[in-house]
């Protein structure tokens, strides 16, 4: 944490106008890349590194508007949430006009990544994979980055009740899944 | 309704998932030049944006300025307007 804070420091620091955005955001790059990655896997992006280069570009070009650079690490989380949720859905229409036109190619989830797992995690992640976008990104963010509530809310762009009622809700689907596979 | 241990299990899985996830080394220099390049080609479409509507403007504005009749004035609009010889010129008041 204290790395994250010493480079957001030295990014403010830089004031001139192009050069300065371009080392800060170099430097923001050089924190943020692979966390962002791993989390926009964890949402369910085919393409984790394209959606996390495309938020870098979003903070790029709207840096001159950026409140101040310690906003910039939650301004790309809720890039990477909004933009992986975008894509799922935008896939999710794809393959129901593929299922329709009888296009339809079979999907391989990332193999690679869940070559890793135990046999049990990889039934929890299936099922996580399983609800509904809103469910899944509250889990995601509250267990593997351990964010309150407020900051949930922040990068998901809902209030704090509602990402209650989102976490609750999944883990008792969660719950349930793991109750039937027993 | 949770079952215990779920948040334990959960945690487990997605930090086994992240683990396994690897980002190319190279990628900043990579995505920077592609993100630069996006940059420059939108400013160069907004400055070509602005120049094509203040060159309508301008177009619209000479168009509806050369549709006038030369012929109508608009200060001097008294339809009988007659030149008037010097010494006809009412002087009462004048130094």
Known sequence: MTEIGTGLRNAAARTEPDAGREAAVAELFEIHHLPLVRLAVLLGADDAEDVVAEAFYQLYRRWPRLHSPEAAATYLRSVVVNLTRMRIRHLQVVRKHAARTGDERAHVASGEERAVLRDDQKALVDAVRALPARQREALVLRFWLDLRESEIADAMGITAGSVKVHVSRGMAALSRTLEERR | ?95
């Open chain 2, 1 to 95: 309704m949770t079952t215990p241990g779920t948040d334990e299990r959960l945690r487990e899985a997605f930090g086994a998932l992240a683990a396994g996830v690897r980002a190319d080394p190279d990628a900043y220099r990579r995505v920077s030049a592609g993100w630069r390049r996006r940059y420059r080609r939108r400013r160069l479409v907004l400055a070509i944006l602005a120049a094509v509507v203040f060159a309508a403007a301008d177009a619209v504005g000479l168009w509806a300025l050369s549709q006038a009749d030369p012929n109508t004035h608009v200060i001097f609009s008294d339809p009988d307007y007659r030149p008037v010889a010097p010494e006809q010129v009412d002087r009462i008041g004048q130094p």
